[in-house]
């Protein structure tokens, strides 16, 4: 019996995704668990697995094309088969790009031209015969005319002049500009055209319809804090020292420290479902990674239950493998809160947009050498602003600034994390 192959549904947003490369071609023998395809979608590249064995019997999907989630893309079976049924209800993919449409032909006659100025009124206008033209094909046209006719795109050789021997005049080439669409020329720089379109990513418009699902309907409200990092970098540097091959981040530390707060306010650890609020029991943090083309967030799960080291482990290998579009599905949905770390880039603070159905993310500066007073003294500090955007409908402004306040508690004795 011939097995059907169907575009799968990579993530809960996925909607649809593109054929990037077929990694069998029609004829070929195919085994149960064979790499057939590879797919983008709006998170990752991923290879599709063969459900059946026999042979690639037909690709309904060209390499390039978008299918939607749940279409059929190919078909596997015996060679005999009779595949006729399933290939008549299969929909067709959708092209990569669109047709390029072509310019509507301008008509063959031009509109009738608007009223010229008094001071122009009296002359005649002209003619629509044959151009004027010289011995040997030449255009007869005024130096003047000829610059204006080349700045507003008219062609000389359909234009009749009004000018002394049927010379083409300065009146002859406005008017016929007036009669047809202004073309403006576009300078070219010296490395090409002045811009480039790209049609958008699976990704890109995944970001851009979670963008107007988060800011628009969630009512967003911030709250910032300074935390003082002076003991964070001391157990960063320390552990960095005692195992070099370590490599401890702020952002681990901030992630640990994010996640036994959590675990201490657990109202922020939520979701909005619509009609009720999900309370998580366990704490996944979603990490912000910026990649090629976009965004995608690598969950560590049980990050409270985890050590600093675990940790750092999972981070780095996480984020490695995002940006080479290599996450499983498991890998970057279920998360129930965010962090956003924008400091080793030199931001020192930013508000982050909630990333739906959480209830809140945490966006994160650099860490700044800076003068601070204290105990009445100047000294160094080591300052971070962290930035908590709240889902107004789950966390209220008391709520939130709990939460953050534990937050700074950890990190600024950071002890706490060892418990």
Known sequence: MATRVLMPKGSDTMTEGKILKWLKKEGDSVTNG??????????????????????????????GSAATVGQLIAVIG?????ISALLAVAPAAAPAKPAEQKPAPLPTAPPTPAPLPTSAA???????????????GRVLASPLARRLAKESGVDLGRLQGSGP????????????????PLRVPIPVGPGGPEFRD????????VIAQRLIQSLGPVPHFYLTIEVDMRRAKELRESANTLDPNLKLSYNDVIVKAAAAALRQHPEVNAGFLGESIRFHNRVHIGMAVAVEGGLITPVVRDADRKSLQQISAESKELIARARERKLKPEEYVGGTF???????MGIQEFSALINPPEAAILAVGAVDERPVVAEGRIEIGYRCRMTLSCDHRVVDGATGAKFLRTLRQILENPVFLAF
């Open 122 to 136: 009296a002359s005649p206008a002209p003619v629509a015969t044959a151009p004027a033209a010289a011995a040997g």
């Open 198 to 205: 790209e049609p958008l990513s699976s990704m890109r418009k």
């Open 165 to 180: 021997g049927g010379r083409i005049v300065r009146r002859d080439v406005e008017t016929a500009g007036a009669a047809r």
């Open 338 to 344: 965010s962090v956003s770390n924008l400091g080793m």
């Open 34 to 63: 064979d790499a057939l395809v590879e797919i983008e979608t709006d998170k990752v590249n991923m290879e599709v697995e063969a459900m059946g064995t026999g042979v690639l019997r037909k690709i309904t999907a060209a390499e």
């Open 78 to 82: 015996k060679p005999e088969e009779d």
